[in-house]
């Protein structure tokens, strides 16, 4: 497993406090600057993660008609 370092801003709106990742478009809420880092880590790994698909992806195969028209 690899290790990125990001920088983040941390402010706060009424009640919450909202951590954002400057490097890439993820951000994240908690109740304390604390919590929102670690909700910003989170959702950062989740980001980060290679996709896996629900389903398994369906094989088909097809015929084309191919040369010159």
Do not use: C, Y
């Not at 919450?16 to 600057?33: M, R």
């Not at 369906?58 to 028209?69: D, N, P, T, Y």
């Amino acid at each position: 497993m690899q290790e990125k370092q990001l920088t983040a801003v941390v402010w706060q709106e009424d009640d919450w406090f909202i951590a954002q990742a400057l490097e890439v478009d993820v951000a994240s809420q908690g109740e304390s600057p604390n919590v929102a880092l670690g909700n910003l880590a989170e959702a950062l790994e989740l980001h980060f993660a290679p996709p896996r698909p629900t389903a398994l992806p369906a094989i088909h195969h097809l015929r084309v008609k191919v040369g010159a028209a």
